[in-house]
T-cell receptor, first 113, second 112 residues
Framework: DGGITQSPKYLFRKEGQNVTLSCEQN?????MYWYRQDPGQGLRLIYY???????QKGDIAEGYSVSREKKESFPLTVTSAQKNPTAFYLC????????????FGSGTRLTVV | SQELEQSPQSLIVQEGKNLTINCTSS?????LYWYKQKYGEGLIFLMM?????EEKSHEKITAKLDEKKQQSSLHITASQPSHAGIYLC????????????FGQGTELSVKP
């Protein structure tokens, strides 16, 4: 079955560490997105990519980095520069045109310990 | 200010009651998408509305798009505990290059 897979489901990070969240899709979607979800704030866009080897900053890119070396994969690295990384992270994918909306992964909950 | 406003932010209803959630855009809408989320899980697609006046239904959930008001409503008839969760609207609006913007979400609790 086609879908989008995020791993791990839970991740714990020590202060000063970089961690990488995985996002893989087998839907043949061109576009992929990373969102951060905090209580009462909805979804905030971190980075997005509409084509391999190209990505754009979203609204809250500071302290995060991404790569898009393969169409299927869009990993997100939370760097030590991100001062408040504890949150729920969601990955999504879509075709670019027409816009049928996004397919979401099941999320990764990151906690700083 | 939020470009996509949802109301109410939270809702507690008795099982069997009807309810409505609204989503209003401050920008021209090209498409409106409704999602449901269980706590700690991903978003599940419910419905997509793209034409003014369009109305779609799935089981006991109906969504409508009022193009003039730049607003969509999600109506649940005879609510059940299985309807509980967070409902989010996403919108394809002008000046976003096809990227969706999202409302803050509406947390729905259904009391048995």
């Amino acid at each position: 079955d086609g879908g989008i897979t995020q791993s791990p489901k839970y991740l714990f990070r020590k202060e000063g560490q970089n961690v990488t969240l995985s996002c893989e899709q087998n839907l043949n979607h061109d576009a992929m997105y990373w969102y951060r979800q905090d209580p009462g704030q909805g979804l905030r866009l971190i980075y997005y990519s509409q084509i391999v080897n190209d990505f754009q900053k979203g609204d809250i890119a500071e302290g995060y980095s991404v790569s898009r070396e393969k169409k299927e994969s869009f990993p997100l690295t939370v760097t030590s520069a991100q001062k408040n990384p504890t949150a729920f992270y969601l990955c999504a994918s879509s075709i670019v045109e027409p816009n049928y909306g996004y397919t979401f992964g099941s999320g990764t909950r990151l906690t700083v310990v | 200010s939020q470009e996509l406003e949802q109301s109410p932010q939270s809702l507690i209803v008795q099982e069997g009651k009807n309810l409505t959630i609204n989503c209003t855009s401050s920008k021209t809408l090209y498409g409106l998408y409704w999602y449901k989320q269980k706590y700690g899980e991903g978003l599940i697609f419910l419905m997509m509305l793209q034409k003014g006046g369009e109305e779609k239904s799935h089981e006991k959930i109906t969504a409508k798009l009022d193009e003039k008001k730049q607003q969509s409503s999600l109506h649940i008839t005879a609510s059940q505990p299985s309807h509980a969760g967070i409902y989010l609207c996403g919108a394809d609006v002008v000046d976003q290059g096809g990227k969706l913007i999202f409302g803050q979400g509406t947390e729905l609790s259904v009391k048995p």
